[in-house]
């Protein structure tokens, strides 16, 4: 199948500061990705929709100014979370559709972000 | 938007029994419905899915059933083993447009040696 990769894999940063996490689809490309976030013990909650050329769509209640989504070519998505705080400390997942790349409605998944804000 | 419900929360199995997870979807549009194992701190993996042009589709130790009329869909895992112990959660999504994918809220199944 083909393969989506995170980067970094952890980061712990302190309050106040920005992290830009990277997801690039590394042999198919990808004009949708999606970026879930999962806290502990809990579901994967999708947060927004990034689309290559266009402005992210994000989910009812996830603040697009503190989350910003910018999908920068066909194999590549940021999400930079700006002024982190301890309740942003979350693991984050991205993923891209399938595509010619696998099955009708497939979709694979990066390896995921651990946020620790302090 | 699509709601998915699953239950149990969690399961308990003796090794080699059966385990059964059941979900149910409200959009009525939903055509793809994937399953996914996820371990401690790692990606869900996909461990079988199936399309609403198919009622059941089968992998080896693994099924699962697809009920469009009632808008539900199980896992069933036959001959369990230690190693299927995880967090398991459903999905739902359309295969065109969005695509997004809307999770069960998982259940952790744990098999007993």
């Known amino acids: 199948g083909a393969v989506v990769s995170q980067h970094p894999s952890w980061v712990i940063c302190k309050s106040g500061t920005s992290v830009k996490i990277e997801c690039r689809s590394l042999?198919?490309?990808?004009?949708?990705m999606f970026w879930y976030r999962q806290f502990p013990k809990q579901s994967l909650m999708l947060m927004a929709t990034s689309n290559e050329g266009s402005k992210a769509t994000y989910e009812q209640g996830v603040e697009k100014d503190k989350f910003l989504i910018n999908h920068a070519s066909l194999t590549l998505s940021t999400l930079t979370v700006t002024s982190a705080h301890p309740e942003d400390s979350s693991f984050y997942i991205c993923?891209?559709?399938?595509?010619?790349?696998?099955?009708?409605?497939?979709?694979?998944f990066g390896p995921g972000t651990r946020l620790t804000v302090l | 938007g699509e709601n998915v419900e699953q239950h149990p929360s969690t399961l308990s199995v003796q090794e080699g029994d059966s385990a059964v997870i059941k979900c149910t979807y409200s959009?009525?549009?939903?055509?793809?419905f994937p399953w996914y194992k996820q371990e401690l701190g790692k990606r869900p993996q996909l461990i079988i899915d199936?399309?609403?042009?198919?009622g059941e589709k089968k992998d080896q130790r693994i099924a699962v059933t697809l009920n469009k009329t009632a808008k539900h869909f199980s896992l069933h895992i036959t001959e369990t083993q230690p190693e299927d112990s995880a967090v398991y959660f459903c999905a739902a999504s359309k295969d065109t447009g969005r695509r997004a994918l809307t999770f069960g809220s998982g259940t952790r199944l744990q098999v007993q040696p």
């Open positions: 993923s891209a559709p399938a595509g010619l790349a696998g099955g009708e409605g497939e979709q694979f």
């Open positions: 959009d009525s549009a939903s055509n793809y």
């Open positions: 042999d198919f490309q990808a004009t949708t």
């Open positions: 199936i399309r609403s042009n198919v």
